[in-house]
T-cell receptor, first 115, second 114 residues
Framework: DSGVTQTPKHLITATGQRVTLRCSPR?????VYWYQQSLDQGLQFLIQ???????AKGNILERFSAQQFPDLHSELNLSSLELGDSALYFC??????????????FGPGTRLLVL | AQSVTQLGSHVSVSEGALVLLRCNYS??????LFWYVQYPNQGLQLLLK??????LVKGINGFEAEFKKSETSFHLTKPSAHMSDAAEYFC????????????FGKGTKLSVIP
């Protein structure tokens, strides 16, 4: 158990819908990262937050957005869903995003299926 | 920009045989490299990481990796495979500027044959 929690574990929805994925970082970690794992794209970095502020963006679609709240939990919002958005979404956390050697700890993921 | 390439999307070994999973990196700065393992229907777990302290890095579950700058490689090895090692393995490099994320390879699925 990494200490990172994600809910829900599974999500099934229809095209065009909007969903929210939730992540709670490890105790003491200030930074949250979102990654997407799909069969065709592999594991891709989406977005990073540190203490409530966005710090870096990766290959995140404009239909996707995220935020980190004062209690440090984060939510990833996916809207106007398409079939291709079906994937496993991971959240990771760390203390200091400016440290290249620091480990990122991953949650169990949310599996999203868009029908 | 930093990137990693994993050679072989699928590797099969017999139980008790040597495990060798290959990872080559590309980086304009000294790299910080990681190996993660993903068991079926689970998240990613850190196996080991290279942070320039030592070129031979020992990790969990008997795995180790050697950083070779001349070959730009960070291959993962285990002397004797166990059935429980069957999983997908990802090599990753810290990338970014000022605030760092992980850039992953495509992954190598390891099968262990009894």
């Amino acid at each position: 158990d990494s200490g990172v929690t994600q809910t829900p574990k599974h999500l099934i929805t229809a095209t065009g819908q909007r969903v929210t994925l939730r992540c709670s970082p490890r105790s003491g970690d200030l930074s949250v990262y979102w990654y997407q794992q799909s069969l065709d794209q592999g594991l891709q970095f989406l977005i990073q937050y540190y203490n409530g502020e966005e710090r870096a963006k990766g290959n995140i679609l404009e239909r996707f957005s995220a935020q980190q709240f004062p209690d440090l939990h984060s939510e990833l919002n996916l809207s106007s869903l398409e079939l291709g958005d079906s994937a496993l979404y991971f959240c990771a956390s760390s203390v200091d995003p400016t440290s290249r050697q620091e480990t990122q700890y991953f949650g169990p993921g949310t599996r999203l299926l868009v029908l | 920009a930093q990137s990693v390439t994993q050679l072989g999307s699928h590797v099969s070994v017999s139980e008790g045989a040597l495990v060798l999973l290959r990872c080559n990196y590309s980086s304009s700065v000294p790299p910080y490299l990681f190996w993660y393992v993903q068991y079926p229907n689970q998240g990613l777990q850190l196996l080991l990481k290279y942070t320039s302290a030592a070129t031979l890095v020992k990790g969990i579950n008997g795995f180790e990796a050697e950083f070779k700058k001349s070959e730009t490689s960070f291959h993962l090895t285990k002397p004797s495979a166990h059935m429980s090692d069957a999983a997908e393995y990802f090599c990753a490099v810290k990338s970014g500027a000022g605030s760092y994320q992980l850039t992953f390879g495509k992954g190598t699925k390891l099968s262990v044959i009894p």
